[in-house]
């Protein structure tokens, strides 16, 4: 059975970099058709998808966060990570990754996203000093 | 403000149906058959209950089921029963710019 599980400091200090990783176990980080994505929530609010990586490297990130994350794979371990720079109070949230099913439109050249069928429990990282 | 526009809150009586809608636009939502539908518990991850707009996971109940039109993606839980009661929410394929998004969530209340 696939499980995700997150990993990470619960406390980043404000302009900081939040660095969290996400182990995959019970299957393959490098199976086809899937992408691995992380998405959070900021407490009591909703969620927010804020990017996700292929095993190659190929990446999707938010629009509204990619020019402060980083997303990166490492098959051998079976981990992918996420980094957030310059982080600020509205960057608490809980955490999550998840496996994202995608497909590949040899058309476009594009993965399209399906849906996210495997979740991390989460984990909740404040940012404060 | 979230891409995806659902009610904030939404209730019924156990054995009562009820309906979240999910409004896009014609660039996710209205473009895609990649609509998915998660439910949330307080404090637990989201589940995927529903996939390419009415397709049920194994394991979901088929109380649940899911529709589009346009623009606007739906969510229908019929026979309500308290262990319902939870947020869910929308989310869509929205293109190789934006990729994915989120509603912002609907809270279901079971009276």
């Known amino acids: 059975q696939l499980q995700l599980q997150e990993s990470g400091p619960g406390l980043v200090k404000p302009s900081e970099t939040l660095s969290l990783t996400c182990t995959v176990s019970?299957?393959?980080?490098?199976?086809?058709?899937?992408?691995w994505g992380w998405i959070r929530q900021p407490p009591g609010k909703g969620l927010e998808w804020i990017g996700s990586?292929?095993?190659?490297?190929?990446?999707y990130y938010n629009p509204s966060l990619k020019s402060r994350v980083t997303i990166s794979v490492d098959t051998s371990k079976n981990q992918f990570s996420l980094k957030l720079s310059s982080v600020t109070a509205a960057d608490t949230a809980v955490y999550y990754c998840a496996r994202h099913r995608s497909d590949y439109d040899i058309l476009t050249g594009y993965y399209y996203y399906y849906y996210m069928d495997v979740w991390g429990k989460g984990t909740t990282v404040t940012v404060s000093s | 403000q979230s891409a995806l526009t659902q009610p904030a809150s939404v209730s019924g009586s156990p054995g009562q149906s009820i309906t979240i809608s999910c409004t896009g636009t014609?660039?996710?939502?209205?473009?895609?058959?990649?609509v998915s539908w998660y439910q949330q518990h307080p404090g637990k991850a989201p589940k995927l209950m529903i996939y390419e707009v009415s397709k049920r996971p194994s394991g979901v109940s088929n109380r649940f089921s899911g529709s589009k039109s346009g623009n606007t993606a739906s969510l229908t839980i019929s026979g309500l029963q308290a262990e319902d009661e939870a947020d869910y929410y929308c989310c869509s394929y929205a293109g190789s710019s934006t990729w994915v998004v989120f509603g912002g969530g609907t809270k279901l209340t079971v009276l």
């Open positions: 990586i292929y095993y190659s490297g190929s990446t």
């Open positions: 019970g299957g393959s980080i490098s199976s086809s058709s899937y992408y």
């Open positions: 014609s660039s996710d939502v209205g473009s895609y058959n990649l």
